[in-house]
Structures are given as C-alpha cells and as structure tokens.
C-alpha cells in the first residue's frame, strides 16, 4: 500500500516546495502556499461497494430525456425561485453568508420542510442544540435526521447506512479528512472534502447542500477553485440589525442568477415574503421631506423601495457623503450632476442617503428616485406619498429610459401609486394604465414637476 504523499504548491503561480514557506520564491505573494496530496494511501471512496465505472457514451442530444423527478422541490417558493424550480438530482450546491445571517436556520428549515429522507450534518452545533432551534422553526419533518460529525469517512460511512435523498452540510470549514494534514478550514482540507462530496453527489444522484462562511471582504472562505467545483452558489446577504434577508444566485448551473428570494427572520425562523413592496416602503403619516420611492426590477422581480436623504448643510470643512443600501461613487457623481448642469448648490452640504429595509440596490433605475430625494430634503418640501419613480440619470443631467418600464408602472399601479415620472425616450406600449405616467428628460423638469 502507498503512502500518502502531500506536497506545496503555491496558489498563485502553481511552483512547487518541499515544505511550507510564508513567501513564495518565485512570484513574491505571501501566504500562497498550500499543501496538496499528490499521493492517497488507497483510492478515496465514499462507499466500500465501488462498481467498475462503465465509461460514458455519447448520446444525440434529442436523445436525453430529462424527467419531470429531475428536480426536488424544496418546499421553499422562494429558494424554488432562486434554484429555477428546486434542487436538482445531483448538484452541489454552496451558501455563503455573514456569521449570524441565518445560514443554519434556512437549511435546517429546509430540511424539515422537504418530504424526503435528509441528513443534515453539523460540525458547529451539537444534536441538542439543533433540537433546539428545530423546536422554534416548528416544522414537523420526522424524516430529518441530524449528525454531529466533521471527519468526510465517518460521515460517508453514516451516509452508506442511512441512504439519504438529500445531504445538508453545516459547513464546509468543518470538516476534516483523513488523508490530508491540514487543520480544518484549511485551502487543502476544503478543496479535498469537497471533492469527496461532489463525487458522491455525482455518483449517487444526491443533492448536497454545503453552508460556507466568508472572509471579511466577503468573498466565499476557502480556495476560489471552491465555487467552480460547485453547481450553484447562494448568497444570503442582509444587514444583521434589520430582519430582512435577501437569497442571491451568484452562480447556477441550472437556472437564471437574475432570480432573488427575500426573507423575514422571525422567532419562529425565516418566514418567506411573498409581496416585498408593503413591507420596503416605511409607514408613515404625514408627506416626509426627502424621502422618493423608486420602482425597481430585482431578478425579473418589482419591487417598490424607499429612497432617504438628508442634505444639511456640513459642520466641518469637507462635506461628507455617505450611502447606505447604494453605490456611493454613483452618489457622488448625481450630486456633480445637479451642480453642474441643474445649477443646484450642493458642494458644502452633508449627503446621507439610506436604502429602507437595510436592503442594497444596484439597479440603475433608481437614480431618479435618488435625486428627488435630495432636492425635496434640500428644499426641505415633501413629495407626495403617491408619487414613484423610475428613470436613470446621465451624466448630461438627461433623464435616460429603464428596461421592462411596463413591468415597473403595472407594480407602481397595483400597489396604489397615481403618478409615476419615467424618461421620455421610454417607448410604452398601448396598454392601457390608470396610473398617470409623467414623461420628463432633464434634471430640471423634475424638479419643476415636482417643487416649483
Ligand atoms: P444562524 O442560522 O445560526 O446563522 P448562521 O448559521 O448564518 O451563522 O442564525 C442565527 C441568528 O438568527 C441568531 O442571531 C438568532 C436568529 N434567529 C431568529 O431570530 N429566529 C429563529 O427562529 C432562529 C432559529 C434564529
Ligand atoms: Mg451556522
């Protein structure tokens, strides 16, 4: 029997050492050396009754058939939507989030929820302790079977013996194999039990779902190579302190990563929203200066949300511009444009604006909405509550057309708003709105519509 053999490679140009060095010689990058197995003591099996593997054949793609089973619902309608109809045979997939977002919570949900036999696996939380959280999401799944487990032998030997239809791992830094060195949670350790388990995924037809922590910047933890191995990557993203929690597909193989789920975290667990508008749009009496709803588009989703500003005029020397929820470098550059081609004094005010719900927002259709805010908190004059927007602004001050325009004015309309302002250039079809639809194209039209 050989031994296993491990060797280092540097993650960045792939050269080769004897044994781990903080620098690699070569490139010069700190902290790239990894150690990787060159060498297994026996081949790596996840189950002891390997089959000789009949090589694949070539088939016409008219041939394939795809059955309706492909797919395993998740029981879920908002992960439904983000995995383009459920969990299919097979894949691999990756959640990546914040500490504390509720990675565990959502699949433990999850796997209450399905009516199929699954095995929830944690290296971070004892089996009292996930009874525990179980009893608060109220779920009665008794097919649900809970291991506290993080070494990938152990786990395929349960796995051999339970047989399940679906495998939830929490999380991929735990676990640990016993053919590599490496602490868990190590660049070598993850790339190993991953591969273990996307081969058992393949060969066995089983979904696997693997909960992953993130760096500070964000970025999954663990070798990049991790997300190309996997089939789909989820995002779950949310500010900690606000209750809404928003599922992304960064990464799928087997559906639309435009597709977004939103989530409220409750006492019970996450509850799904299914008209995320109502609840974007802050409650309130009275009109509010600086505040203006945009109608934007997530995923193919209409979603109406609340834009805050605060112009004051600024304490210090340097005014200061802050975002929250919004790119502030396209802040900034809405603030150059209403000074220097709508003649509006804002270079010696403070800029706060705030997204409503703790939610971010990259569609540019909201930047009309943005600067209405401004100019109504600047001129400290509300805009009526009935009012919405959706228009981007060009660097010329013009007021340029969105995509899907229709889609966004028939939300606008059925969640109440009289008058939405669009660009002019955007072409709307015949169908007919009960909702006035304002056309403008500079900045200054706005403005004039809107406070003069
Ligand atoms: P958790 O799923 O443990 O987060 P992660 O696995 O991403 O680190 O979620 C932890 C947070 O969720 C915790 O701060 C409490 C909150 N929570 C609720 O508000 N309600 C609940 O029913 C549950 C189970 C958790
Ligand atoms: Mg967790």
Known sequence: MAKTKTTFFCQNCGTQYAKWLGQCKSCNEWNTIVEEVIQKEEKRKWKQTTTVKKASKALKINDISISAEDRISTENNELNRVLGGGLVRGSMLLLGGEPGIGKSTLLLQIALAIPKKVLYVSGEESQSQIKMRAERLQTGNTNCLILTETNTQHIFRAIEEIQPDVLVIDSIQTLHTDYIEASPGSISQIRETTAELIKYAKETSTPVLLIGHITKDGAIAGPKILEHMVDVVLQ??????????????????????????????????????????EILISQKEDDLSGTAIAATLEGMRPLMIEVQALVSTAVYGTPQRSATGYDTKRLNMLLAVLEKRAGFRLGAKDVFLNIAGGIRVDDPAIDLAVISAILSSNDDDAIPQDFCFAAEIGLAGEIRPVNRVEQRILEAEKLGFHKIFVSKFNKIGSAKFKIKIVKVTKVEDIYANLFA
């Open 236 to 277: 779950f993203e949310g500010d900690r302190n606000h209750t809404y929690r928003i599922l992304r597909a960064n990464k799928n193989r087997f559906g639309s990563t435009a597709e977004l789920g939103i989530y409220e975290m409750q006492s019970f667990g996450l509850r799904e929203v299914d008209n995320p508008s």
